[in-house]
């Protein structure tokens, strides 16, 4: 029985350091999806939460000049400013008309510093109905950070 | 051809339902007749599931673009390996893929088991059995890979269609370990299903003795070894072609690949406590279904759109089928469970706190740990969006916070665990098997120090590798001398015996010094560098002790892609070491840009450098060159994994014949038995350490 109550003490030691550590980790990295709809509605301190936000590029609106990369994401009739701050060169996916997420923060006048950017083409395989669609074109990630592969 | 394919996946989806009706029957009226051949029929599933792999092969060979899957994910240019490797490109073609991998384990476990275990394999057929009828379900009626191309014209009849050309294969998977990297991790999945199956039977069946856990346990190391060569290849691919310097990011999809692992691994230890002493019976068993669960999870969020992965299929409402079989398979173990839980109760206690017992216990604890940590962060996005309303996710400190330290624990065990005693450990015999390598793993640390290794985890991580291999070390020489001084041998060939008398014990201690290696190099990340410059003709970036000269940028192209190169020369303290040539090639078939990286890989470092494209503002060309240590450790340590894994799958030397005691055993296990010691065979295939 002492071995028994000696285990158990450990072991929540560990669960508790664990927790600790899963709790710090996650205040660090958490994220906010976001529609650019719902920003507008955002206050206090979920304005400056880090973010995720989709759209599609508006043609001709990609700007790159000045040393950053500007350009307008739209949604549903929606439209947000978006600042590309990050260093490494854009997807080549990334063109008028992509689908794009960026993520990066608010700033108090309503643009969006993005700090990484991830585009994809609108899908080919959708063009023909009837078609069974494989997988969708994978999307390319400014730093890569994420990968295709064919799944599990 | 198409209706060929159709019939043959329609006729093993037959053969299955036949396989788990009659093994039902079979069990409940007692007919062996029935058992067998309904054990027969999933053994029909795989000849009838290759022939409808081998029809959608036949289409990728012959360009047949009618079929939409072909024209999917394959073109005429496409090079005939790709051919082959574009059937697991898609949604439907994996899906067929897993049926086919499913149906060869369950062909050959019932070759190997079918005269065997009268107890035993009725059930693991019929559950067996009731998994391919489920994966047949969604070859044949759901993400059907034979569907043709066209529809109804102006007058509703059907009118075929046929494209000059495919779409061509998604160009991220033309490169060569991309056809083996699948196979190896649908093995993985796929195997567990035995595993799964048998522990399922023994509790249904409520089968006496431990002979089940033999079995599973085996069967649990060939699908575990298959997972953990698939994880390592899928990073090694994420690490050679997608560009950005690393192996490992997290993904949802890695993830899911990740946490059949843990628990595998959590199982393949804490079996040792149900085979040595009667404990952890519940716990075990639930690994097991825990493991299986696990797989078809990860199957639903890559296929699902669940989770939101760069990596996962298309979205589609296949997810709720895997939703639907996840619920049923859980209701179905709980429900054995709970019917038979005095089946599983446990023989002893834990008594002391260094013990082996209790070093198992840490170490699934950890392990669970590590795979919720890893469950949770996969699925935050999900969890939140029902709790709270909004959408978060968690990035990668949130897992590394966690699992760093996990995984250093674990490595410590490593070292420990083994050279415990059950039950209790005297504070002799600690001193006696740690002492020496303590002090040794010390004092590298602190050498380590003064030279300037500061990263905290990645001290503690070599401290311990030390200590870890010095206590393998240990534990071969200590055997080794025994036998070399009795046999009159050399120590090396007295290793070699030693290793090849108790298999799995020397090759659970290989996979352990394996997995230092992997460790190693996952620690040198610590001192990753790296550097981003535009770069023309002529010009130079320095990075640790390489200058990088820029010689020039051409264009080469062939039917499949053209790219754009740079050739660019290493200096290494003003002597010419080598040439790299980083790529962007552009696919023509399916129009896609992709990153080809030259990585110069050594065991100390690597040298990769991604052509990165052209700069937004000036037009120049970008070049990202990393310095990243000790990586080929990594791939280096998951061969040694693996050959140790083969090495402990491999049945035990014998000096002589020796006659077990039989007792609790079934009565066909007896047979079985007599008859391999009466074949009088110096060896014996069953491992007990």
């Known amino acids: 029985m002492k071995g028994r109550a000696k285990f158990l003490i450990g072991s929540a030691i560990i669960v508790i350091t664990l927790v600790l550590l899963a709790y710090v980790g996650f205040t660090q990295s958490k994220t906010y999806y976001h529609t650019i709809s719902e920003l507008g509605s955002l206050h206090g301190t979920a304005l400056h939460q880090r973010m995720r936000v989709s759209g599609n590029v508006r043609s001709g609106s990609i700007d790159r000049s000045g040393g950053r990369v500007d350009f307008i994401l739209e949604e549903q009739g929606k439209s947000l400013p978006i600042s590309y701050t990050g260093r490494d060169p854009l997807p080549d996916t990334f063109k008028d008309g992509a689908q794009a997420l960026v993520e990066g923060r608010l700033t108090p006048d309503g643009h969006f510093v993005a700090e990484q950017v991830q585009a994809k083409c609108a899908s080919k395989y959708e063009a023909a109905p009837n078609q069974t669609p494989g997988a969708s074109q994978p999307g390319q990630t400014s730093n890569g950070s994420n990968a295709a592969s064919p799944g599990n | ?689």
């Not at chain 2, 060979?61 to 939409?68: P, V, W």
């Not at chain 2, 200590?478 to 007295?494: E, Y």
């Not at chain 2, 060309?621 to 061969?639: E, R, S, T």
């Open chain 2, 1 to 689: 051809m198409d209706i060929f394919g159709s019939f043959a996946l329609i006729l093993a989806l037959l053969a299955a339902v036949y396989g788990f009706a009659a093994g039902l029957a079979g069990i409940l009226t007692r007919r062996t007749l029935l058992t067998k051949s309904a054990l027969n029929a999933g053994m029909a599933v795989f000849a009838l599931v290759t022939l409808a792999v081998g029809s959608l092969e036949y289409f990728f060979f012959t360009d047949n673009f009618s079929m939409a899957y072909v024209a999917a994910h394959s073109n005429r240019a496409l090079p005939a390996f790709y051919k082959f490797a574009a059937l697991w490109a898609g949604q439907e073609g994996s899906l067929l893929f897993w049926s086919w991998l499913l149906s060869i384990y369950v062909f050959a476990t019932l070759l190997v088991n079918r005269n065997k275990h009268p107890e035993l394999m009725p059930y693991a057929g019929v559950v067996m059995a009731g998994v391919q009828v489920f994966f047949l379900i969604l070859n044949n009626f759901v993400a059907s890979p034979f569907n043709v191309m066209g529809g109804p014209d102006a007058s509703g009849t059907l009118r075929l269609a046929s494209l000059s050309d495919g779409h061509g294969l998604n160009p991220l998977l033309q490169y060569p370990e991309m056809v083996i990297h699948p196979p190896m991790l649908y093995l993985g999945y796929t195997g567990f299903t035995i595993p799964f199956a048998f522990a399922l039977a023994a509790l249904l069946g409520r089968y006496p003795g431990e002979k089940w856990i033999h079995i599973t346990r085996r069967w649990t190391m060939i699908a575990w070894c298959f997972q953990s060569i698939g994880i390592l290849l899928g990073a090694h691919w994420a690490y050679a072609v997608l560009g950005w310097g690393g192996y490992w990011a997290w993904d949802p999809v890695e993830n899911a690949s990740l946490l059949p692992w843990i628990t595998g691994t959590a199982f393949l230890h804490s079996v040792m406590m149900q085979e040595k002493r009667g404990m952890m019976k519940v716990w075990n068993v639930w690994l097991v279904f825990t493991t299986f669960m696990l797989c078809i999870l990860g199957t639903l969020l890559t296929r699902s759109g669940v989770i939101s992965s760069v990596h996962a299929f298309a979205q589609s409402s296949i997810g709720n089928w895997f939703v639907g079989f996840l619920g049923l398979v859980f209701l179905v173990c709980f429900w054995a469970y709970w019917m038979n839980r005095d089946y599983l109760r446990s023989d002893n206690q834990l008594d002391s706190l260094v013990s082996r017992e209790s070093s198992f216990l840490f170490n699934n604890l950890v392990l669970l740990a590590a795979c919720f940590a890893v469950l949770w962060g996969t699925l935050f996005p999900v969890i939140s969006e029902w709790v709270v309303g909004s959408k978060i996710s968690v990035g990668p400190p949130f897992f590394n916070k966690v699992n760093v330290p996990i995984a250093l624990f674990l490595l410590f065990l490593t070292g420990v665990g083994p050279l415990l005693a059950w039950r209790k450990t005297s504070y002799d015999a600690l001193r006696r098997n740690f002492a020496v390598p303590v002090i040794i793993a010390v004092i590298s640390g602190i050498i380590a120090f003064i030279f300037g290794f500061r990263e905290i985890y990645s001290l503690i991580c070599l401290i311990l590798s030390v200590f870890v291999t010095l206590t393998i070390a240990a534990e071969f020489y200590r055997g080794a001398r025994v036998i070399a001084s009795r046999d009159s041998v050399n120590i090396l060939a007295a290793v070699g015996e030693l290793t090849m008398r108790n298999t799995r014990r020397y090759g659970g201690y290989i996979i352990h010094f394996g997995m230092v290696l992997v460790f190693i190099g996952i620690a040198g990340q610590a001192f990753n560098k790296d550097i981003q410059m535009e770069m023309s003709a002529g010009e130079t970036l320095a990075i640790g002790p390489y200058s990088i000269l820029c010689q020039n940028f051409d264009r080469v192209a062939n039917n499949n892609y053209e790219s754009e190169r740079a050739t660019l020369e290493v200096f290494r303290s003003g002597r010419s070491e080598m040439m790299l040539y980083p790529e962007r090639r552009f696919f023509l078939a399916s129009q896609v840009t992709e990153t080809m990286v030259a990585v110069r890989s050594s065991p100390l470092r690597d040298l990769y450098v991604v052509y990165a494209g052209r700069s937004p503002e000036s037009g120049k060309p970008v070049i990202h060159a990393y310095l990243n240590p000790l990586v080929k450790w990594i791939w280096f340590g998951g061969i040694v994994v693996v050959l140790g894994t083969g090495l402990a799958l491999l049945p035990n030397r014998r000096a002589a014949i020796v006659l077990r005691p039989v007792a609790e055993k079934s009565w066909g296990d007896a047979v079985a038995n007599e008859a391999s010691a009466i074949g009088a065979i110096a060896r014996r295939s069953e491992s007990h350490d």
